[in-house]
């Protein structure tokens, strides 16, 4: 009887990205860039609503086709969690 061992070999990959932020009144917007050709840049704005605060969040991203499904998915969880970390700070009053 032979016995056969499957190995598996991780890689890793540092992507080592560039972020620029700027504010400007209630708005925070930038750009990211990744040495794989991504690009997302991207803002929100704050703004009064009654007795709360409306975020309005936009993306813009642009993928090499085979980076684009990947990197649209990171996207959208950053831009989830920002929405759960923005509603929790804002939701506290001092």
Same mark, same amino acid.
């Given at each position: 009887?032979s016995s #056969?061992?499957?190995?598996?070999v991780?890689? &890793?990959?540092?992507?080592?990205? &560039?972020?620029?932020?700027h &504010?400007?009144?209630?708005?925070?917007?930038?750009?990211? #860039?990744s040495?794989g050709?991504? /690009?997302?840049?991207?803002?929100?704005? *704050?703004?009064?609503? %009654? &007795? %709360?605060t409306?975020v309005?969040?936009?993306?813009?991203?642009?993928?090499?086709w085979? *980076?684009?499904?990947?990197?649209?998915?990171?996207a /959208?969880?950053?831009q989830?969690? #920002?929405a759960r970390?923005?509603?929790? /700070? *804002?939701?506290?009053?001092?």
């Open positions: 009887m #056969r061992v499957l190995t598996h991780f890689h &890793t990959h540092d992507n080592p990205i &560039t972020v620029a932020l &504010t400007d009144g209630l708005s925070v917007h930038g750009e990211v #860039r040495p050709c991504v /690009r997302m840049a991207y803002r929100f704005d *704050l703004e009064p609503d %009654g &007795t %709360g409306r309005s969040d936009r993306l813009d991203l642009t993928a090499p085979l *980076l684009a499904g990947f990197a649209a998915g990171q /959208r969880k950053v989830l969690a #920002r970390i923005l509603a929790e /700070r *804002l939701s506290h009053h001092p």
